[in-house]
């Protein structure tokens, strides 16, 4: 693998491949606050590219579309080439984060059915909450194409809800990023506890980066990335 790099963002960068093709390597590298916030986990860019690896797999099973191919090695990902939106897609299960900070909704609220939002990709500004207008106002995606996101998102929380479930963890929400294949819509970038908050049924114990978020040091972070992982996959 050379060094060279198509782009290279907080926790991964890409890598040219062959025609058609990426590879994407998972750095250590821990961040919160738009950045604000960043230290170096030993470790975590294998955890996290194992298990995006492993749930990009599943998804592929329940015939939703990925840019996932395979591993180049332990913490490299060989991708599809996508043409990536600079959209964040959040599938909201259970009230936390920003939505209650956002809005008169309390910690813990269930939705039913699942809350879907839309965020611009962009630090500087925050990432400032996006509807079908502002997306197609700048170009980002039409009110179909949003739509059609929509059901992918329906469709990976009916495949990972139940899946978290029969681990004993519930999924309150998790983000997907979007690129295009030709005109096809498929999920990108990663799905790890980076960008799903999980918590262990019964307990409401954290295992995703809001221990992070919240102060927890590096250590017990990685614990509960590794136990993710080893429930995930047992």
């Known amino acids: 693998m050379g060094s060279a790099k198509i782009a290279e963002g907080k926790t991964k960068i890409v890598?040219?491949?062959?025609?058609?093709?990426?590879?994407?390597?998972?750095?250590?590298?821990?961040?919160?606050?738009?950045?604000?916030?960043?230290?170096?986990?030993?470790?975590?860019?294998?955890?996290?590219?194992?298990?995006?690896?492993?749930?990009?797999?599943?998804?592929e099973g329940k015939g939703i579309s990925t840019h996932y191919v395979g591993m180049y090695d332990e913490r490299t990902m060989i991708v599809k080439y996508l043409k990536m939106i600079p959209v964040e897609v959040v599938?909201?299960?259970?009230?936390?984060g920003s939505v209650v900070k956002r809005l008169p909704i309390n910690e813990g609220e269930r939705f039913d059915p699942p809350i879907i939002e839309f965020f611009l990709k962009d630090d500087s500004r925050h990432d400032p909450m996006l509807n079908y207008h502002h997306m197609e106002h700048l170009k980002l995606m039409t009110r179909k194409e949003a739509e059609r996101v929509e059901e992918i998102m329906y469709g990976v929380n009916d495949a990972l809800f139940p899946l978290l479930k029969s681990k004993g963890l519930i999924l309150y929400d998790f983000k997907l990023e979007f690129g295009r294949l030709g005109d096809e819509l498929v999920v990108g970038d990663e799905i790890t506890l980076d960008s799903m908050r999980v918590r262990e049924e019964g307990t409401g114990r954290i295992l995703d980066k809001d221990l992070y978020r919240k102060g927890a040091d590096l250590e017990t972070v990685r614990k509960a990335y590794e136990e993710f992982y080893r429930r995930l996959t047992s």
């Open 15 to 59: 890598r040219p491949y062959r025609e058609g093709y990426a590879l994407l390597e998972f750095k250590d590298d821990i961040t919160a606050g738009d950045g604000a916030r960043h230290d170096v986990l030993p470790g975590k860019g294998v955890l996290n590219a194992q298990t995006s690896a492993y749930l990009f797999r599943v998804l």
């Open 91 to 96: 599938l909201r299960n259970i009230a936390t």
